[in-house]
């Protein structure tokens, strides 16, 4: 497994110490899809998740979005993307596309 790159900062609203980190850059589909989703389903509120890949998760947003949730990525130089799923607070969140 690689190093991580220095972190993009926290979501509006959250702290940085309310991360989940979860590092899927080394499992195979579907698992990084699958377990995220039973990571969002535990997540207690204030908490947000920081989501490490090689890929942007495309079905994956399309499967949280109705649920409420909102998400941020980030490719860093190594190919590593680092996403952010978060519940938007008042209102002031958007997905980035």
Do not use: C, K, Q
């Not at 990084?32 to 947003?61: A, C, D, H, Q, S």
Request: hydrophobic share 40%.
């Amino acid at each position: 497994m690689t190093g991580s790159p220095p972190f993009h900062r926290a979501p509006e609203g959250y702290a940085e110490t309310e991360a989940m980190l979860f590092d899927a850059r080394e499992l195979l589909p579907p698992d990084p899809f699958v377990r995220t989703l039973e990571l969002l389903e535990r997540l207690e509120g204030g908490r947000w998740v920081r989501l490490l890949l090689y890929r942007v998760p495309w079905p994956l947003f399309e499967a949280i979005e109705p649920d409420g949730w909102a998400h941020r990525e980030y490719v860093h130089d190594d190919g590593t993307v680092e996403v952010h799923l978060f519940r938007p607070l008042n209102g002031i969140e958007t997905n980035a596309r």
